[in-house]
C-alpha cells in the first residue's frame, strides 16, 4: 500500500513560516526581560546594602536621599576598629578552613569508595544525612557537648559544620569520580602501582576540579553559617553572621553599621565566587554526560 500524502493549504503553508518568525521574534525580547528581571532580583538587595553602609542611620530612614547623599565610612570604622571585627573574620576563616579541610581528608576517600565498590546504600546514607535539616540536631548536640564541656570552643563549631560539609563532599566526588574511566588505574596498576598507588597518583590528580568544587561549596556553607554558631559559639569563638547581632538591640537597631557589617561578611565569599566560578560549573556537571 502507499501512503496517501495531503498538502496542506495553501493559507496554512503561507502562514506557518510567518508564525516561526513571530516566534523567533519574541523569543529572545522575553530571554531578555527574564534575565534583566533576574539579575534585578539579586542585584538590587546587594546595591542598597552597600549605599546603606555609606549612610548614617538618619539618611537611610530619609526616602529623600536614597541616591543623592553625603557618603561617610564611619560605620566601617564602627565595624572594623571599635568593635574589634578582624576577630570575628579570623574565627569565621578558621572554621570554615579548618572543616573544609577535615572534610575533604575523610570525605574524598569515601566518595571513591563508594562509587568505585558501588556501595549505593551507602550513598543512600550519605543524601539522607545531606537531607537532614540541621536544626533538628541542635538540642541533641548542644546537650552532649554542653556535659563534655565543649560548647563555647571551636572544636564543636568545626564538627557541627562538618556534619553538613562532609555529605556534601562525598555527594559531589561520587558523582565526579563516577565519570572519570576505571581504564586509567587498571592501567596504572599494570605499571605497577598499589590500588592505593593508582588512586593517589592517577585519579587524585584528575579529581582536582571536583575536589575544588566541594571545597568551594563547603567553605561558602560555613563562612555563612548562622544557626550553629549562634548555639554552640562562645564569646571568644564567635563567628561573622553571629557578630552582626551586636548591633541589633532590644530597642532599636544601628542600621549603618549593621549594613556595612554585611558587607564585610558578603564580599570575600562574593570575590570567591567569581574566581572560582569555572571550577564550581566544571566540577557541578562533571557527571552529567556519563553514559
Do not use: C
Not at 495553501?10 to 518568525?21: Q, V
Request: avoid cysteine.
Amino acid at each position: 500500500m502507499t501512503a496517501i500524502v495531503t498538502n496542506p493549504p495553501l493559507s496554512e503553508r503561507k502562514g506557518l513560516p510567518a508564525k516561526r518568525r513571530r516566534r523567533r521574534g519574541v523569543y529572545p525580547i522575553v530571554r531578555v526581560i527574564a534575565l534583566i528581571l533576574i539579575v534585578l532580583l539579586f542585584i538590587l538587595p546587594l546595591v542598597w546594602m552597600v549605599i546603606a553602609s555609606l549612610k548614617n542611620n538618619v539618611d537611610i530612614y530619609d526616602a529623600s536621599k536614597t541616591i543623592i547623599f553625603t557618603p561617610t565610612l564611619e560605620n566601617y570604622a564602627n565595624v572594623l576598629s571599635r568593635n574589634n571585627y578582624f576577630v570575628f573574620i579570623f574565627n569565621s576563616f578558621w572554621v570554615a578552613f579548618a572543616s573544609t579541610v577535615l572534610s575533604l581528608i575523610l570525605g574524598v576517600p569515601a566518595a571513591y569508595a563508594m562509587s568505585r565498590f558501588t556501595m549505593h546504600k551507602s550513598a543512600l546514607v550519605v543524601l539522607l544525612a545531606r537531607i537532614i535539616p540541621g536544626v533538628s540536631l541542635l538540642v541533641p548536640w548542644y546537650f552532649i557537648f554542653a556535659n563534655l564541656r565543649l560548647v563555647g570552643g571551636f572544636g564543636v563549631l568545626i564538627l557541627s559544620h562538618m556534619f553538613v560539609a562532609l555529605p556534601l563532599i562525598v555527594y559531589i566526588m561520587i558523582s565526579f569520580f563516577d565519570s572519570l574511566p576505571l581504564e586509567l588505574e587498571e592501567q596504572a596498576q599494570v605499571d605497577g602501582l598499589t590500588p592505593i598507588g593508582a588512586f593517589l597518583r592517577t585519579t587524585l590528580p584528575l579529581s582536582v576540579p571536583g575536589i575544588a568544587t566541594a571545597s568551594i561549596l563547603s567553605f561558602i556553607f560555613s563562612w555563612n553559617n548562622f544557626m550553629f554558631a549562634l548555639v554552640l559559639s562562645g564569646a571568644h569563638t564567635k563567628t561573622l553572621p553571629v557578630a552582626i547581632f551586636n548591633f541589633v538591640s532590644y530597642a532599636s537597631i544601628d542600621w549603618g553599621s549593621l549594613m556595612a557589617a554585611s558587607v564585610v561578611v558578603t564580599v570575600p565569599i562574593m570575590i570567591i565566587a567569581l574566581f572560582t566560578q569555572k571550577y564550581i560549573v566544571s566540577g557541578l556537571t562533571a557527571g552529567a554526560t556519563k553514559g
